[in-house]
């Protein structure tokens, strides 16, 4: 199994910045990709950004991109997401999701991730 711990949530008002830690542990060697999604009460959870552990290759929503910035830290074993430009909008529960389905590393479909974190979350005041 892989263990997720997700932080760094919080309150900030519109335009401001906050950075998400994803750390991972147990058989992270299974895991090819991470996985950030976001949900508000009542919607599914939605595909924010997705990094590769080995080369670090990346891919973003369409709603973040410019915006938001996924990292890794191999040795920490440890996934970040940096959400600069916020927006009330981007308020929701952040998680994020270990992907394990080699040879692919991500998917935006979080019913193909197999283990996930507790969730943190944000909240963008306007």
């Known amino acids: 199994q892989v263990q997720l711990v997700e932080s760094g949530g919080g309150l900030v008002q519109a335009g401001g910045s906050l950075r998400l830690s994803c750390a991972a542990s147990g058989r992270t060697f299974s895991s090819n990709g991470v996985g950030w999604f976001r949900q508000i009460p009542g919607k599914e959870r939605d595909f924010a950004a997705a990094?590769?552990?080995?080369?670090?290759?990346?891919s973003y929503a369409d709603s973040v991109k410019g915006r938001f910035t996924i990292s890794r830290d191999n040795a920490k074993n440890t996934v970040y997401l940096q959400m600069n430009g916020l927006k009330p909008e981007d308020t929701a529960v952040y998680y994020c999701?270990?992907?394990?389905?080699?040879?692919?590393?991500?998917?935006?479909?979080?019913?193909?991730?197999?283990?996930w974190g507790q969730g943190t979350q944000v909240t963008v005041s306007s």
């Open positions: 999701a270990s992907y394990s389905r080699w040879p692919r590393w991500y998917s935006t479909d979080a019913r193909e991730y197999d283990y």
């Open positions: 990094i590769r552990w080995n080369v670090g290759t990346t």
